[in-house]
């Protein structure tokens, strides 16, 4: 399969970058599905894109764009209220009964659960069998249908060898003149389309007009690809946020977020990418965060299992990222890129009886390559244990290069940066900023002056 990696110029759209032919690695199960292609762009701008890519592929009046449905489903609370409307059960009885239902989502035995310990519970279901069945019919079943917010599909260009449109392959609706598939995007997945998920990011478009201004006040030429192509080194920038001064960088700004930062002292873009991948509830639980700040600041030494350095050696020894995974059962057990792809699906939808059965396939190949049982083992329990949580090191880095550009610009050009961080601050976050301003910088808020003020800052 081949990929094209496109930028987006500020003039116009599209210009390639690089081709590289890879193989069909990244097609997935006996399906062979393509992966989704993930994209951000500027909020403003997201129209622009959705505009392009029908003009690029909707040639001779064939339609081969359209955007993916969503469907939200009934949940035991939402499910409990609409029967009990239908059936005319008292309303305050229906919510108490909801409100004690713990999980929003909920499944059909959650109900009987709750009928060991709760009297009330147990006699709604004696006193509602009506009610009680109805429920179970239509728990889980299709609530509402909407557009998803970001999926944009494009359809080959034939079919069976004869020129088709999107209709032939997925049934399509059009909702407020928009093309949308009656099929949801796990659906389209399992058809073997190629999903084009393009969202716009507000951070994005921040950063577009921090650039404007730094090129309008200060007669500069900055683009963001240049600050990307500077080396993503610039040690002013590390040390702010080393600092803790992190209001309005893009994921970094978090209380929680911001304290590790500042224990973990970043110094290269590598450690604000494992940043972003370590910093969420099942990493910190499993320890793994803390881990990598010990090995960082020097206090304990990395230990790597057989075959596995190449994969961990950037991360001190800890598995963060998906694709770590994919990298040690190939070079471990010789495993395929797409098996190794496959794999990480497996674990993180649960499916045991699969699992077993590749794991007797790595730890063979395993053995076939000189790995020690023992290391084997250990590689396998640590790939099923910590797979269902690990993140995508190339979504981490964009996150963390988006991160470094709004950084840069924070301790480079502070009164441009903070002007348009207070321009679209919520009444709340403004005091924060003009604190850390104040803190960390030589710009200042001067009193607003009738004759040169305008709305905003």
């Known amino acids: 399969m081949k990929i094209n990696s496109i930028k987006y110029s500020k003039s116009h759209i599209p210009i390639n970058v690089i081709d590289c032919n890879i193989g069909d690695g990244y097609l997935q199960g006996g399906g062979r599905q393509m992966a989704d292609v993930d994209i951000d762009f500027q909020a403003d701008r997201r129209s622009e894109i959705k505009e392009y890519l029908e003009r690029r592929y909707n040639l001779n009046g064939k339609q081969r764009v359209f955007s993916a449905g969503t469907f939200s489903t009934l949940k035991l609370k939402a499910c409990l209220k609409d029967v009990c409307r239908v059936h005319k059960i008292p309303v305050n009885l229906a919510n108490y009964i909801s409100a004690i239902i713990d999980n929003a989502d909920g499944k059909w035995t959650d109900l009987f659960k709750l009928a060991f310990s709760s009297p009330k519970v147990r006699k709604f279901i004696n006193e509602y069998p009506a009610a009680i069945e109805d429920m179970r019919l239509i728990l889980g079943q299709p609530r509402s249908a909407s557009v998803h917010a970001s999926a944009v599909l494009i359809t080959p260009e034939t079919k069976d060898g004869k020129e088709a449109e999107c209709f032939e392959f997925v049934p399509v609706k059009k909702v407020d003149n928009v093309l949308v598939s009656e099929l949801d995007g796990y659906s389209l997945d399992e058809i073997g389309l190629l999903k084009n998920d393009c969202l716009g990011i507000l951070e994005l478009t921040k950063i577009q007009v921090v650039l404007d201004e730094v090129n309008r006040v200060y007669g500069k030429n900055i683009a963001f690809e240049d600050i990307v192509r500077s080396g993503l080194d610039d040690q002013q920038t590390y040390q702010s946020l080393a600092e803790g001064y992190t209001a309005n960088v893009f994921q970094l700004s978090s209380t929680g977020m911001t304290k590790y930062l500042q224990d ?45 350095f190449d994969a961990l050696s950037s991360t001190y020894g800890e598995l963060i990222f998906q694709e770590q995974v994919s990298q040690i059962v190939r070079e471990v057990g010789g495993f395929s890129l797409a098996e190794g792809v496959r794999l990480l699906k497996l674990i993180s939808k649960k499916k045991v009886d699969v699992i077993h059965a590749m794991k007797e396939k790595f730890m063979h190949g395993a053995d076939v390559k000189g790995c020690p049982s023992e290391d084997a083992k250990k590689a396998w329990s640590l790939i099923e244990s910590a797979g269902y949580y690990l993140f995508n090191k190339s979504h981490a880095t964009a996150y963390a290069i988006t991160a470094y550009v709004g950084a840069w610009l924070k301790a480079n050009y502070p009164s441009a940066f903070y002007t348009v961080a207070l321009q679209y601050a919520d009444d709340k976050e403004i005091i924060t900023l003009m604190s850390e301003m104040e803190q960390c910088s030589s710009a200042k808020i001067v009193p607003p002056d009738i004759n040169v003020s305008e709305v905003q800052f």
């Open 264 to 308: 973990l002292h970043p110094d290269c873009i590598s450690d604000l990418i494992a940043a972003n991948a370590l910093y969420r509830p099942a990493t910190l639980e499993s320890g793994a965060s803390e881990n990598y700040l010990r090995c960082k600041l020097g206090e304990v030494a990395p230990v790597y299992l057989w075959g596995t």
